[in-house]
């Protein structure tokens, strides 16, 4: 592969909206030397970034990418026909564009699968186009970690609004995660999820991975690193923080779906289906189907019954191996406000 340097500084680029300072609008950034320390040339990296009316935001998105000044750099943006000010943004940056184009597609996952079959780096990743880098030193960090030979690199995210304030989301998910495997990741019940805009991962496992279901609403990231994952790569966590994953109101993990454990079961299961042998499949479909029974009843409009959640374990007795049935039930039986009390005095006690 031929290397186009694309190491860009702030003088490169347009200059930014009236008012906006600070990274990535008026933060010098350095651009690196052509090559690396060692005389290599930088891995190439492929960055793909979906969009659809996100005009808003995907300036500030592009100019976190193409001012990590990176020598050897491809950039995709691939949009789904954006009726707002997008493209309007999008040309002011067209020629530090790899490639680009705005056209109606099917979804987010589609113009995932669309950017991907532009890419020929040795390293992917996506990033959406309300994500930006959160310093200019991220690919240079990212690259370094490849050379050593991981195939799996995954840093870290800051969660932050509309102001660039830290915000907690929720207790299991703020940013980061601990390494996993497939077994463990594909337990959609007890996995913590990746911090998909903090992964890059190595071109030859992503062949094997896409293309990804374009039906998938949310967990077309959860399908891709369950993908990597059952190839055993090389991986190593890093906790280092090379997102800010910007929570605005409209994300899609904002917007809680009556189909998202629907969701998350069918991808783990077919994952599990094309990994796992015979009897381990077969095990592995019993504690999916629990977990999506033990969601059904927490998700009910009216809270479940003691006789009722005593009736779906007497069907279902592989559920009596859940602490979670017995919490439901025992919730069931004193009442939320009981159980409420009871569980702040035994946390009361276990914090002592």
Known sequence: MPLINTALTLNDLPPPPPGKTGWPWTEPSH????RMPDGSEWPRISIVTPSYNYGRFIEETIRSVLLQGYPNLEYIVIDGGSTDNTIEVIRKYDKYLTYWVSEPDE??????????????????????????Y???????????????????????????????????????FNGYCNPQDFDQYVKFWSFVPMPQPAVFIAKELTDKSFPLDKNLY????????LRVLSQQ??????????????????????????????ELYKVSLSEATR??????????????????????????????????????????????????SWKLLIKAFLGSNKYLKIKQVAYYFIKV
Request: net charge positive; charged share 20%.
């Open 233 to 262: 790569p090389k991986s190593v966590w890093i906790k280092q923080t090379w997102v800010n994953f910007k929570y605005h109101g409209n994300n899609k993990t904002m917007q809680p779906s009556s189909d998202a454990y629907l």
């Open 275 to 324: 990994v796992y042998k015979f009897i381990k499949r077969k095990l592995f479909k019993v504690f999916a189907d629990d977990y999506l029974t033990l969601v059904s009843i927490m998700s009910r409009n009216t809270p479940a019954s003691f006789g009722q959640i005593l009736m779906v374990l007497a069907t279902r007795p592989t559920l009596m191996g859940w602490s979670l």
């Open 107 to 132: 979804g987010q996952t589609d113009a995932i699968n669309k950017g991907y079959q532009h890419c020929i780096g040795e390293l992917f990743a996506w990033l959406n186009a309300d994500d930006i």
């Open 134 to 172: 959160a310093h200019s030193t991220c690919l240079k960090n990212i690259s370094e970690f490849y050379k050593k030979g991981y195939q799996l690199i995954v840093g870290e995210c800051n969660n932050i609004d509309t102001n660039g304030n830290k915000i907690l989301i929720r207790n299991t």
């Open 31 to 34: 651009p690196l030397p052509e």
């Open 218 to 225: 949310t967990t077309m990231d959860y399908q891709l690193f």
